[in-house]
């Protein structure tokens, strides 16, 4: 006998179905609009040229500061440059890292729209909740390692054509990835557990009168 | 062990009989006891897993028993 969830009407007020839906909505734009930057992002990588951002550590000119104020120091980290004459090892590195990153993005997106649908049912802590979190946690992980590592992986192959001695060069061996998704995914999977007993939980409560 | 999920409780809700024999309606009964008429049906057919001791008294105030005329074990 299924036992109708009363979480929707006793908990859920009007601010609460407006805020949730709001949330699903901008999940589901958000992965939407990951795949499509990303689509048109590999696009660019197979022409002549290609946009990359290089790290560097280059300083800053001191006579940048023309008014009052002067620089004490500075240095520039990160450079947008357009590259021609990449090999196509990188620039298939670059659009996997591309390609995983909005994958994961994506995925997680999808299972936020799902999770706010959920809540507005009134029965989060069903199994398949669990699952879901579950799987937006290991893949926000494993995509972001991956993602990093073909990325890194590509700008060390630019940089390398770019000079043969890159050590001495504008762009040395550098590579920078946002590893804030990781820690996310770590929250997830303990959020994943709590809805673990969650569900314990709301089951132990089915035909209670 | 506690029962599994499908299996039945043990307990016999004899609500059906106690209302018979005070001749009320179950929905009178869910108006005073201030419990819905899905819930006050789910424990008359023994379809209930829990009961809370807030439900329990409340029943057996309105219906002026004991928790023991209510609740009995299952027969099998």
Known sequence: ?209 | MPPADDEATGVHCRLDELLAERGMSLTELSKRVGVSIVNLSVLKNDRAKAIRFSTLTAICEVLDCEIGELLVRARP
């Not at chain 1, 901008?26 to 290609?50: E, K, M, P, R």
């Not at chain 1, 008014?67 to 590195?93: C, K, L, Y």
């Not at chain 1, 049912?121 to 494993?142: C, K, N």
């Open chain 1, 1 to 209: 006998m299924k036992f109708r969830s009363t979480v929707r009407t006793a908990v859920l007020d009007r601010s609460d179905v407006f805020v949730l839906w709001l949330f699903a909505v901008l999940a589901a734009l958000v992965g939407v609009a990951a795949l499509v930057t990303a689509v048109t992002a590999i696009g660019g990588l197979f022409g002549d040229a290609v946009p990359v951002t290089l790290s560097t550590v280059m300083p800053v000119p001191a006579d940048a500061a023309t008014g009052t104020a002067t620089i004490v120091s500075g240095s520039f980290d990160r450079a947008d440059v357009v590259v021609s004459g990449i090999d196509m090892g990188a620039r298939f590195a670059l659009a996997g890292s591309i390609a995983v990153s909005a994958l994961t993005t994506a995925i997680v997106a999808a299972s936020i729209a799902a999770l706010c649908r959920a809540v507005l049912r009134g029965r989060p802590f069903v199994r398949s909740m669990t699952w879901l979190l579950a799987t937006a946690s290991i893949t926000l992980i494993a995509g972001t390692l991956i993602a990093a590592g073909l990325d890194t992986a590509a700008m060390f192959s630019i940089v390398a054509a770019l000079n043969p001695d890159p050590m001495d060069a504008v762009f040395p061996f550098m590579s920078e990835y946002d590893f804030g998704p990781l820690l996310i995914g770590l929250v997830l999977s303990v959020v994943a557990t709590a809805f673990q007993l969650g569900q314990k939980m709301q089951r132990d409560t089915e035909g209670l009168v």
